[in-house]
């Protein structure tokens, strides 16, 4: 008898038991053992999968898991959050059409936009703390708005249910990676569809690429598709390393919120700090909506612009951050430990200055992604570095 070759070895067999962790489908693509089947799987009659490209067990059973959270028909998982928002973009605007977005957006999320006028889709903004200017930049070719649910730096919280009626039958996309479905549900409150960058809380340790979205089963499936033919698919590890991440979302999400409110508290009043920017401080033009939509907190991410008293902002942060190596600059965000970010440099800097300012992104404004760490840890650790400021 001929001895098998090599290129045949190492498949295994399922036994009687099962493994209490979901195994990683590391492969490219899966075996058929006939047409009759192959044309069944693409009928959707049977559940299985020909391509990871396409689908693998290990994508659909955290898009479900992401659906189960958001309370959807469906869900989708994609190379990243801008795979996950490229896919909407792509699925949902054709030449001639016009999206409607919030002013305050994710840099590379305007990058995308503004991108989108090459392709004779038109674009506009409107101020999210006013549906008026919403309903009153409407056109008939208007196909989607995109929003945050808590803007990205300065924290300005949407009132998805106010945006949904003025939207009237447009659909309203909502990228929720700062607040997770922890915190709010924008499909229940009426959106048309989530948005994450699942590289932040829902893996929650800063070593994973990976989007995904939420809505009705058919829109899923037409986002599926685009991701399969523009090749913004996500892969095999990264889903088990998110799925894994989900299972300590509550615990985690629960202790950022009550860290992430002190933090600000204590910060808000130090000297050298000119603004806090947090919906739990009163002061924030969001608090009375962000107390009312948000009763657990807004997540773990502050934003902070130092009192610059006639220097240079940026020299200012530079101080902070050498002051403070313990706290590392990391252009992202919600690690399990805490991190900086400077969104002038980073998230904004393709702005003109005179953009930046008037987006309030100043040269001395610094973000900060609370972690894990106690409370007491992280104010010692900043008051060190702010009172290196004001000698």
């Known amino acids: 008898m001929a001895e098998e070759p090599v290129v045949r070895m190492g498949e295994t067999q399922a036994g009687v038991t ?21 044309q069944q799987l693409y009928a959707g009659q049977v559940t299985g ?5 396409d689908s693998n067990p290990g994508m659909r059973a955290l898009a479900q898991s992401i659906a189960a959270l958001e309370g959807t028909e469906a869900g989708a998982v994609f190379a990243s959050g801008m795979g996950a928002l490229g896919s909407i973009f792509l699925t949902l605007l054709s030449a001639g059409d016009h999206v409607l977005t919030a002013q305050s957006l994710y840099g590379k999320t305007l990058q995308l936009a503004s991108r989108m006028q090459r392709f004779d889709v038109a674009v506009s903004a ?9 309903t009153a930049q409407l056109r008939p070719g208007t196909r989607f708005v995109l929003v945050e649910t808590v803007a990205n730096p300065l924290l300005e919280v949407a009132d998805i249910e106010a945006l949904v009626a003025a939207a009237g039958s447009v659909p309203l996309i909502v990228d929720s990676t700062f607040t997770t479905p922890e915190l709010i549900r924008p499909c229940s409150l009426g959106a048309a569809a989530v948005i994450h960058s699942a590289s932040k809380y829902l893996n929650g340790h800063g070593d994973v690429m990976l989007g995904v979205a939420a809505g009705s089963q058919q829109l899923m499936s037409r986002l599926n598709e685009t991701a399969s033919i523009f090749g913004q698919n996500a892969n095999p590890f990264e889903c088990w390393l998110t799925q894994r991440g989900l299972r300590t979302l509550p615990l985690r999400m629960q202790q950022l919120c009550r860290t992430t409110c002190g933090l600000a508290q204590y ?3 130090h000297p050298a700090v000119q603004r806090v920017y947090h919906p739990s401080l009163p002061r924030h033009p969001s608090h009375r909506l962000a107390s009312r939509l948000y009763p657990r907190g807004t997540g773990g991410i502050i934003a902070i612009e130092l009192q610059t008293n006639g ?6 942060v530079n101080r902070f951050m050498r002051a403070v190596p313990q706290l590392p600059f990391s ?6 430990r805490t991190t900086l970010s400077y969104p002038a440099l980073t998230s904004h800097r ?18 900060i992604s609370v972690g894990l760490e ?3 840890l992280l104010q010692q650790e900043f008051d060190s570095g702010l009172n290196s400021l004001l000698t």
């Open 350 to 367: 393709f702005l003109s200055a005179e953009a930046r300012a008037e987006a309030g992104i100043s040269d001395a404004l610094l973000r």
């Open 331 to 336: 252009p992202t965000l919600a690690d399990a």
């Open 374 to 376: 106690p409370l007491e």
């Open 49 to 53: 999968d020909i391509y990871t490209r």
């Open 18 to 38: 099962r493994p209490s962790v979901a195994p990683i489908y590391q492969t490219t693509a899966f075996d058929v053992p006939d047409l009759d089947v192959l």
């Open 311 to 316: 220097r240079d902002g940026m020299e200012l």
């Open 267 to 269: 910060l808000s009043s």
């Open 126 to 134: 409107f101020d999210v703390c006013s549906p008026q200017q919403l």
